[in-house]
């Protein structure tokens, strides 16, 4: 069975910084992008960013604005996200998710295929 799991998530303080981890069990997803989602409170999940099987290429959600970095870890089949600066309206769950297909980068929810539960990232002023 395919699991990832958030951690890291949390309350932090405007300004200040947080590192998102996501470790996939059951299979390898070196093949694969991995993308990081937001979803806060009424509204719909957001991209936030994406990496490619093998971390040449990151994308990011325009929020983003250079404050935050993807990376990965494919021999410990894991993708990091690492957020600084952080405003009170980056506040929402995050869920990491894979691609379903080898080889693609996709910035849209319908082509992550396998998601983890969700971490909840508060920042307050």
């Known amino acids: 069975q395919v699991q990832l799991v958030e951690s890291g998530g949390g309350l932090v303080q405007a300004g200040g910084s947080l590192r998102l981890s996501c470790a996939a069990s059951g299979r390898t997803f070196s093949r694969n992008a991995w993308g990081w989602f937001r979803q806060a409170p009424g509204k719909e999940r957001e991209f936030v960013g994406a990496i490619s099987w093998n971390g040449g290429i990151q994308l990011y959600g325009d929020f983003v604005k250079g404050r935050f970095t993807i990376s990965r870890d494919n021999a410990k089949n894991m993708v990091y996200l690492e957020m600084h600066s952080l405003k009170p309206e980056v506040t929402g769950v995050y869920y990491c998710?894979?691609?379903?297909?080898?080889?693609?980068?996709?910035?849209?929810?319908?082509?992550?295929?396998?998601w983890g539960h969700g971490n909840q990232v508060t920042v307050y002023t």
């Open positions: 998710a894979a691609d379903g297909t080898p080889y693609g980068l996709e910035l849209t929810a319908p082509y992550y295929v396998y």
